[in-house]
Every structure is written in C-alpha cells, then in structure tokens.
C-alpha cells in the first residue's frame, strides 16, 4: 500500500510517499526557518501563507521523487491536528481536495503520534541519502515524545493502544531550547544552535534545578528556562529588571558555550530520569525518541548510557517535521480505521494524544 503524507503543522511544508508503512521512497520537506528567524520565531499568519504557496508543488515534487503518479496512491495522510490552525488548515485543505479528485481513500492522524510513527521506516529507495534503523521497534513501546509544543511519555502496548504517562505542565522541552537560545543570544530555531553551542561548552560550569513534581512522568520546563534567566543576569551583574534582550550582548562566547551545555545537559538529563523510570516500571520491549529535540546528539548520548537496552535512532531528518512520518502512521490507520469523508475532515489545534487511541477500535 502506497501513502501520501502530508503535513503542515507548524512552519515545514512536508510532502512523502512510504509504502507499507516502512519503506520510505521519497521526502521533501519546505522549511520555513529563514522566514521566522527574523522574527525570532514562528509568526502563525506568516506560517500559514507559506504553506499555501507551496503546498501544491512539494506534493508534486514528493511524487516525482518517489516516481509514483496518482494511480500507484492507495492513500492519503494528513496531520490535522495538533498544532497552528491555520497551518493545519492549508495541508488539510490540500489532502481533502485531492482525496475528492483523485478518490483516495484520507486519514487524518496525530502529528505527535506520527513523530513516533517515524521510528517504523525502515527501509528506502537509493534517492534517500541517510541512514535508517535497522528494524521496526517491537511493543510494548515506551516513547519519549519531545518537540516544540510537546513534551510526553507514552506507552504502546500495540499499535494505536497506547495511553500517556506524562506530559509537560508548563513549557515544551523544545519551547525551553528555543527561549534559552534567545536569552543566550542564540538563533532561532533555537534546539540546533544551543547544541551547536554546547559542543565547546562545560555543562558542569552552571548548576539549575530540575523541577520536583509529585508525578515522576510529568515534566516541567519553565522553571529551567527562569534559572537561566537568573544565572545570566547575575554572571554579568545586572538584577532581575534588566531587559532580557540586552543580556546577550554581554555575554562572552565562553559564558555563552557554559550556559548552553549547562542548560542542554539538565533539560535532557530530565528527560532521561524519567524515561529510565517508565522503563523499569513498564519494562518495554523498546524505547523510542521523538519529535525535534529527538535530533539531539547529547539527548541520545545521554538515554543510550542510561537504559540498559539499545536504542535504533531515527536519521535527524525524520526526527523534525516531516510528512513520512505521517504516511506511516496513515498506513496503520488504514489497516484497522474507516477513512474519512474529505468533507468531514477537521483541524484540532489542541487535541491531545489522550484522546486519539485508535487501535481500541478494532
Ligand atoms: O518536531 P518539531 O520539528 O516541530 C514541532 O512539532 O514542534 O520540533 C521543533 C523543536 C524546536 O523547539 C527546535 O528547537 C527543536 O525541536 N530541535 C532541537 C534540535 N533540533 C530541533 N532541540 C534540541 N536539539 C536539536 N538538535
Ligand atoms: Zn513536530
């Protein structure tokens, strides 16, 4: 079975067509970062204008790389929620439109399921550079989700049954990287450049709290991010009024590598203690990473030292925003899901995990 995934959630226009669910044959991701950095962020109007301009021709270039035309699609995928509403409306706009014209059969999905979804590529044609795992993660599956809006341990027992452990009550882990780098003076997006950053910095030179919750799944991240703020303002002699946006400036690029691996080091340790406690409890098969922040190299040095399990991570690529992880999860929404009528097809800005377990269904 041969999926079309589409996504548009946030600032990538993302196109890709995977057949059965494992095997990637093409994936054209439009970012929008060069739009946004001038911005220092995403600006939602902006977001969704780019979208529209460029929907049409990354679903094209999608099929021209994987070399299929509309005959060879079974199906169409598309996150429709969560995320932006108007991003989600213009990829869900396209998928609707074309299901209808082309009579595919639509499935809308879960953009942080889907995050997870992408661990299940396996296998891609030659015009794909990177490398995958070697093999699909086996249930029961813990996986740590972790992107710009998202922070959450979720455990699978098979397929589209799953329930969350835990989640963010504050600030995304990513939310917390990207407004760190701007108080560090950092670019947007802000993940990337503090890992950049870090690789040259001590993260012993910082000490910050992690946040005590009664819940170990449950994560907290904007206490971390006000410790930096503090730190910072007290490493160049300046108290709590001083206008954040002035910090950097005064910050040398010794200081500015110390409290981005400080900074790096802490938010992910968080990370790991939690993950390594579901996993004693919960005792998986396999452990998975996800979403953006599942692109950082410390992230994983630091989960593979902990777990006494291997973990097969997903390319970088598959790990940010991308429609081949839509299109797997599509594929295993088809084998036990009805589709969607196209004219019934909502965006759920805000819809969570929780509410999505499709495989109690069957
Ligand atoms: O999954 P994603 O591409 O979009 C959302 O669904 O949010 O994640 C974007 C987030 C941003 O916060 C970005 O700063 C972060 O992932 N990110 C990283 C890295 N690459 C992207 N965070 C830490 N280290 C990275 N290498
Ligand atoms: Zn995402």
């Known amino acids: 079975m041969i999926v079309l995934g589409i996504e548009s959630s946030c600032d990538e226009t993302a196109a890709a067509i995977v057949r059965d669910g494992r095997e990637l044959l093409s994936s054209v991701v439009q970012s929008q970062v060069d739009i946004h950095a001038e911005y220092g962020g995403v600006v939602p109007e902006v977001a969704a204008r780019s979208h529209i301009e460029v929907i049409n021709p990354v679903i094209r270039q999608a099929m021209q790389q994987a070399n299929v035309d509309w005959d060879d699609i079974d199906a169409i995928a598309v996150a429709n ?119 040259t910095g001590d993260p012993n030179a910082y000490q910050f709290p992690r946040a005590r919750l009664q819940d170990p799944y449950s994560f907290s991240f904007s206490g971390l991010k006000t410790a930096v703020l503090r730190a910072v303002q007290r490493e160049v002699g300046v108290d709590h009024t001083f206008p954040s946006f002035e910090l950097a400036a005064r910050l040398d ?79 295993y929404q088809a084998q036990v899901v009805a589709p969607t009528n196209p004219d019934d097809l909502e965006v759920k800005p805000t819809l969570s995990m929780n509410e999505t377990a499709w495989g109690a269904t069957t």
Not at 150 to 173: C, I, N, P, R, W
Not at 273 to 286: D, G, N, V, W
Not at 291 to 310: C, F, H, K, M
């Open 81 to 199: 929620a969560p995320g932006l509403i108007g991003s989600l409306l213009v990829g869900c706009l396209a998928a609707a439109t074309l299901a209808k014209l082309h009579d595919k059969p639509l499935y809308p999905v879960h953009h942080v399921e889907g995050h997870i979804y992408a661990n299940f590529i396996t296998e891609k044609s030659d015009n794909i550079s990177y490398s995958l795992p070697k093999a699909a993660p086996q249930f029961p599956m813990l996986a740590l989700a972790v992107s710009g809006l998202h922070s959450q341990l979720v455990m699978f027992e098979d397929h589209g049954k799953y329930h969350l452990l835990g989640e963010t009550l504050d600030d995304a882990v990513g939310e917390a990287y990207d407004k760190v780098a701007k108080i560090l003076g950092l670019p947007y997006p802000g993940g990337p450049s503090i890992a950049k950053a870090a690789l």
């Open 253 to 331: 690029d010794v200081q500015q590598a110390n409290f981005a691996a400080s900074f790096q080091y802490t938010a992910n340790s968080t990370l790991v203690r939690a993950t390594l406690k579901a996993y004693e409890e919960f005792k998986p098969a396999s452990v998975v990473i996800a979403g953006g922040v599942a692109a950082n190299t410390d992230l994983r040095e630091q989960l593979s030292q902990a777990l006494p399990i291997t973990i097969d991570y997903a390319p970088i690529q598959l790990c940010t925003d991308n429609g081949a992880m839509i299109a797997t999860l599509g594929y």
